[in-house]
């Protein structure tokens, strides 16, 4: 039997070739061609007001954090069970983390749990759509606009995924998205800033280009320029951005292809609830396939199964630490439990998910779950 890895990167073949052409072109630097055509893709087919690429999606995030002009002091609502980089574009700003807990039904933010914590302090809430299944954001923006907060949407993973015929990312004040290698569509590192506030359009370009507003001088909108406000370089190569435009121009392939895969694994997996859990997608959200996970009994549980399946050769991955209990953070946090977020810590497994992986790949790695769990380890449990 063959190894599948946790993760592959797919080259969809024009990759190499558009790469070429942003070096042939002789501007290689940020806000080349493919730039261009990258932005105009994501405000057509998703209808973000404006769109710029970033190095990273960290750097969206903490370029949004620029914008809302977050203070030491000031107050981010946020769920514990995400990555780090969602709290550290906060805290770099000197603001203090309010953490929520999961749902019982996904890892997705609480929005029933997040009014009780808004004090006068709180600046901003930060949906993280986990696998890219949407927060419920009605109820969530309704409170966004009752209490005057900002909204910055966690849409790392959420790429071409909806919430109530609404693309993610085209909700909230800003949203940052990733084209990490381990995401739908990649560019190795890399992500984007969607804007859907016309006020934060220019600052956006300021703070991008090292707080110049050297965009408006090169459209000619300005005939010099200069350092406007306090900013940074989060501008991507030309060529991650002709990497990233190959694989745009297949993204229908590439999502039928993976909502094939996680369709099959929830098909094979069905009978093994309640032993587990598996993905939950409200009838409000729409499935992306970024990821297949489910949700163990407990830790002991996890681990046994993570070890059975590397004994056939088959990479399967833990996610998050809540951050909350991180080293960091603990003696920061009020001291609120958190059992949901806790609980996924412990518990959620997360299944090898890439475009070449194929069909009978996923019926091989279910078959093996569906064996561990009529085991003697399982029986014992």
């Known amino acids: 039997m063959r190894y599948i890895p946790f993760n592959k990167p797919y080259y969809t073949g024009n990759e190499t070739s558009y790469i070429q052409q942003a070096v042939q072109s002789g501007k290689i630097s940020g806000d080349g061609i493919f730039t261009e055509k990258c932005h105009k893709f994501f405000e057509e087919k998703y209808g973000f007001k404006k769109c710029l690429l970033t190095?990273?999606?960290?750097?969206?995030l903490e370029l949004a954090a620029l914008l809302i002009d977050i203070q030491p002091g000031?107050?981010?609502?946020l769920p514990s069970y995400t990555f780090v980089s969602t709290a550290n574009a906060f805290v770099l700003?000197?603001?203090?983390?309010?953490?929520?807990?999961s749902t019982k039904e996904n890892p997705d933010m609480d929005v029933k749990g997040i009014e009780p914590l808004i004090t006068d302090r709180t600046k901003a809430i930060v949906p993280v759509h986990y696998a890219g299944i949407a927060c419920d954001m009605d109820p969530l923006m309704t409170l966004a606009k009752k209490y005057n907060l900002y909204v910055i949407e966690d849409a790392a993973q959420a790429i071409d995924s909806y919430y109530k015929g609404r693309p993610l990312g085209s909700i909230?004040?800003?949203?940052?998205?990733?084209?990490?290698?381990?995401?739908?569509v990649i560019s190795g590192e890399g992500g984007m800033?969607?804007?859907?506030?016309?006020?934060?359009?220019?600052?956006?370009?300021?703070?991008?280009e090292k707080g110049t507003n050297r965009s408006q001088f090169f459209r000619g909108?300005?005939?010099?320029?200069?350092?406007?406000e306090p900013g940074s370089s989060f501008l991507p190569s030309d060529i991650i951005a002709a990497f990233l435009y190959a694989q745009l121009e297949n993204i229908e392939t590439i999502q039928s292809k993976r909502k094939q895969l996680w369709k099959c694994y929830n098909e094979n997996l069905l009978s093994l609830q309640p032993k587990i859990q598996l993905p939950f997608i409200p009838d409000y959200a729409t499935n992306n396939a970024h990821m297949f996970y489910i949700v163990c009994d407990g830790l002991e549980e996890r681990m046994a199964l993570i070890n059975y399946l590397k004994s056939?050769?088959?990479?399967?991955?833990?996610?998050?630490?809540?951050?909350?209990?991180?080293?960091?953070?603990?003696?920061?946090?009020?001291?609120?439990?958190?059992?949901n977020s806790d609980h996924y810590t412990d518990c959620l497994l997360r299944l090898p998910m890439y475009f070449e992986l194929e069909l009978s790949d996923?019926?091989?790695?279910?078959?093996?779950?569906?064996?561990?769990?009529?085991?003697?380890?399982?029986?014992?449990?």
């Open 55 to 60: 190095t990273s999606c960290t750097d969206a």
């Open 74 to 77: 000031d107050e981010v609502i």
């Open 93 to 101: 700003r000197g603001a203090k983390l309010v953490f929520v807990d």
């Open 172 to 184: 909230g004040h800003l949203a940052a998205f990733s084209f990490h290698e381990t995401k739908n």
């Open 193 to 208: 800033l969607a804007i859907n506030d016309d006020q934060f359009i220019n600052r956006a370009e300021i703070i991008r």
């Open 221 to 228: 909108e300005v005939n010099k320029y200069g350092w406007v």
């Open 312 to 339: 056939h050769d088959i990479l399967s991955v833990f996610h998050y630490l809540s951050l909350h209990q991180s080293p960091y953070y603990e003696q920061k946090h009020d001291g609120r439990v958190l059992k």
């Open 362 to 381: 996923v019926t091989r790695i279910c078959q093996l779950i569906i064996k561990f769990y009529s085991s003697e380890f399982a029986c014992d449990k």
